[in-house]
């Protein structure tokens, strides 16, 4: 495991260890998360909208490296 692999890893940690603490201390952040995931079944076609623009911005146009 790399040093950068590590970093992300516990990046990724602290964040989950910080969602869970604030649904925890302020019930109305774990509403709001409910509510977002709820609203998630009807706007799954957004998320393939964002998806495709994120993929366009960084993965068309770039130049091979040969």
């Known amino acids: 495991m790399t040093s950068t692999t ?3 890893l516990f ?3 602290v964040a989950v260890v910080f ?3 604030a649904c ?3 019930p109305r ?3 709001f998360a409910e ?3 709820r609203e998630l079944r009807y706007f799954w076609w957004l998320i393939l909208i964002l998806a ?3 993929w366009l911005a960084f993965f ?3 130049s091979r490296r040969e």
């Open 6 to 8: 590590k970093k992300q």
């Open 24 to 26: 925890l201390l302020f």
């Open 52 to 54: 495709l623009g994120v």
């Open 60 to 62: 068309t146009g770039r």
């Open 29 to 31: 952040v774990l509403a």
């Open 19 to 21: 969602a869970v603490g």
């Open 11 to 13: 990046a990724l940690a």
């Open 35 to 37: 509510l977002a995931a």
